[in-house]
Every structure is written in structure tokens, then in C-alpha cells.
């Protein structure tokens, strides 16, 4: 693990979480990572670095190549190159989805609390925001199906976080086959933004919706290795949707808007991720289910009344404090005069006033200190 736990400083390299947050706050905010990608990705990179003409380029074959075989080998199910369509961004591949189909539906489902950008989207395109609130039992969430079939009867696109961003989930099998029969009786779109998938702890076994496109064919899937790898600044995606029909709609639109693929890193980083890196993943993974489970006994042990949300996959604690009674402002300004930085948590709902979400993609070290950074915190304002 000691990739993981190594001290690369990131300042000074324009970080948005890092130089964009005061000197002397630590940082456990945006969903990136901390510690260095794949050696085999910083290779490639650095290998195409040293041929200095940097002009338009476009994904090979390989390229493509990479992402059947990972995807069949990580997710288990089949694809060819056509039912790929690179992106250079998973919010934009999103909004453009949306505006494709605007004609489907005037609203859009969310399961909520989610990931602050999907109400953006869905506003932005000029469409209503449905919310299918998750139901929360014992600091663990689930769907309300009852309610998904209800709202999808007037509202034809859910919009999927799977694995979910902030609560951790990773839905399981027999979840995403529901929500796929669901999606099929009412003939509705799921879009399932999947970015976080490769990213799942010990135990725990991810499903993608599109394991299910040979049960109903309107499904659009988006995937990045930008979580995953940590190359968030290298801006690439991909969608893929097994639908050869919808495939070719959305990629002619898309161009239509002259949305195109990935930057010359990002082709590069695809492949040495993919072909490459796979055992540098697994590792990772072990290292952020450490991380989740360190934080989970420290504040067990020294703040019970912390609600600590079963996290599945992702890097990111879903963490429950409204037993303090602080309204979410105050609490991020306070956490930030002690000296961390959070994501506050109506970002992703409304009802979440009390919440903070935790990244703990970082070393032990770095994550050990930020916790007790928020001990001080919860100490000097439970009393109140
Ligand atoms: C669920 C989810 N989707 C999309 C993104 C951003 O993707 P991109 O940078 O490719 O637009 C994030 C980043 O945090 C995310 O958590």
C-alpha cells in the first residue's frame, strides 16, 4: 500500500482542492484523489510527452479494444467498438443525453440525495426535477421502488448514480434488474451515470444496467477512468449503450453539437489504464476500504452519534451530523475555521442540512489527521 500512503504535496500545481482552499485548511472536499496514478499511466503519459507535437488526435483501435476487454472482464458483459462513443466528460455526455431526449419527457427522476450536478442538468435543460427520495434505514439507503414505479408512469428518464454518489451505495443485482423491469413496463430511459464503478470495497460486487440490455434496449451507461485511475483533469469519458439504433442518434448529436472525445492524455491514459492497471486498482481498492473502515471505527469509538452511512463503493463518507443542529453553512465555515474542508450536505438534497460528505481518497496519514481535526469540531459543538 505504500503507493497509496506516499506524501505527494499537490500544491502549487493549480488544485482545485488544494489551492483553491485556504494554506491551512487540509482538504477532504472535491471526489479526486490524492496519491499518484498507475506507474504504467504515468509512463505512457510521460512516454508521449517526449513527442512534442501535441495536435489533433483521435482514438485508435486499441483504444476501443481497451474498453471491450475491460468490460467484459470487469463488468461481465459484451460490447464492440460501436457501442462506444468517447466523451470528455461525464456531466456533459449527461445534459447532452438529456437534451437528446428532450422530446421523451418534461420530467426527470432522481433518487435523492445525489450528486449536486444532476439537478443542474436536468434545470439547464429546461426540464423538472422528480425526486425518488432514497429510503435511509439504520444509516444504510435503498430504493423505494413502490414510488419509482409510480413517478415513472408521467416521467420517462431516470437519471442513475450507480455506484452513489454521496451515499456509497453500490446497488446490487436483483436492485438494478428491478429498476431496468420498471423501466421497461413504463418504457422510460435510464441514463446511469456509472463513473465511481471501479471504485467498489471489499465484499461488494458492482452491476452495471447495462448487464440487462438484452431485457430492454433504452439505456445509455457513463463511464470514465477519471475516479478510478485518479486523471479527473484529463476530461475523459465514455458512454456506451448496447442499442446500435440509439448508439448511432446519440453520436450523430453529439457531434451535431461538435462535442467530441477525450484530449490526447486521455486516449493514452484509457488504454494504460485499462490494459495496464487493473492490478494497481485492486490495490487501490484495498487501500480505500482500509481508509473507510479506519474512519468508520474512529468515529464508532469516539463520536457514536455520528451517523457513518455503510459505504459499498466509492471513496467518499456520507456522514450524518445533525445531532449538532447546525444549519450546513455555519457547519462548513466552522469545520473550515478548525481547518478541513468538507462538501456540505444539501448540495445533494435538501433534506441532508445536517450531513457532510468526506472524501477519504488520501493517505492514512492525511485521512487520521482530518478526523481528528473533526473530533475538535464535534467536541467544541456538542456541548452547545
Ligand atoms: C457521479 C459523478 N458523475 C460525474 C462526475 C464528474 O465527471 P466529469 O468530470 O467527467 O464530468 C462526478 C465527479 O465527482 C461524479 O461523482
Redesign the pocket.
Given at each position: 500500500m505504500k503507493r497509496f500512503n506516499e506524501k505527494v504535496s499537490r500544491k502549487n500545481t493549480n488544485c482545485v482542492k488544494w489551492d483553491m482552499a485556504d494554506e491551512n485548511v487540509l482538504p477532504f472536499s472535491i471526489?479526486d484523489s490524492d496519491y499518484p496514478t498507475s506507474e504504467a499511466i504515468a509512463k505512457c503519459l510521460t512516454d508521449r510527452v517526449n513527442h512534442p507535437v501535441y495536435g489533433y488526435t483521435f482514438p485508435d483501435e486499441m483504444y476501443y479494444e481497451s474498453i471491450v476487454n475491460w468490460t467484459k472482464r470487469r463488468y461481465g458483459y459484451e460490447i464492440d467498438k460501436d457501442n462506444i462513443i468517447p466523451t470528455n466528460?461525464?456531466?456533459?455526455a449527461l445534459y447532452y443525453a438529456i437534451n437528446y431526449l428532450k422530446d421523451v419527457t418534461e420530467g426527470i427522476i432522481v433518487q435523492t440525495p445525489v450528486?449536486n450536478?444532476f439537478y443542474s442538468v436536468i434545470l439547464d435543460n429546461g426540464k423538472k426535477i422528480v425526486e425518488n427520495r432514497l429510503i435511509k434505514k439504520d444509516n444504510y439507503y435503498t430504493i423505494n421502488l413502490q414510488e419509482l414505479d409510480r413517478l415513472l408512469e408521467t416521467n420517462k428518464i431516470l437519471l442513475l448514480?450507480n455506484p452513489q454518489?454521496p451515499t456509497g451505495r453500490v446497488f446490487t443485482y436483483d436492485e438494478i434488474h428491478e429498476i431496468v423491469k420498471l423501466a421497461k413496463k413504463h418504457n422510460a430511459y435510464i441514463l446511469s451515470?456509472e463513473?465511481?464503478c471501479d471504485i467498489i470495497h471489499d465484499g461488494y460486487k458492482f452491476t452495471s444496467v447495462n448487464r440487462f440490455a438484452d431485457l430492454y434496449k433504452n439505456i445509455i451507461v457513463f463511464t470514465?477512468i477519471?475516479?478510478s485511475f485518479g486523471l479527473?483533469g484529463l476530461?475523459t469519458?465514455n458512454v456506451i449503450i448496447k442499442d446500435k439504433k440509439l448508439a448511432e442518434g446519440y453520436r450523430a448529436f453529439l457531434q451535431s453539437k461538435y462535442i467530441s472525445y477525450g484530449n490526447i492524455f486521455g486516449l493514452v491514459a484509457v488504454k494504460a489504464a485499462y490494459n495496464q492497471s487493473e492490478e494497481w486498482l485492486d490495490k487501490q481498492n484495498k487501500h480505500l476500504t482500509n481508509n473507510y473502515n479506519l474512519l468508520k471505527e474512529y468515529l464508532n469509538k469516539n463520536h457514536p452519534e455520528v451517523g457513518v452511512t455503510k459505504a459499498e463503493g466509492t471513496f467518499l463518507a456520507w456522514l450524518d451530523l445533525s445531532f449538532l443542529r447546525m444549519p450546513c453553512e455555519v457547519m462548513q465555515q466552522e469545520l473550515l475555521k478548525f481547518g478541513i474542508s468538507i462538501n456540505e450536505g444539501k448540495r445533494y438534497s435538501e433534506d441532508c442540512k445536517g450531513y457532510i460528505r468526506f472524501n477519504f481518497a488520501c493517505s492514512e496519514d492525511l485521512l487520521m489527521e482530518g478526523l481528528k481535526i473533526l473530533s475538535k469540531f464535534i467536541k467544541a459543538n456538542a456541548k452547545k
Open positions: 471526489a466528460s461525464v456531466v456533459t450528486y450536478p448514480c454518489n451515470d463513473i465511481h470514465s477519471s475516479k479527473a476530461k469519458s
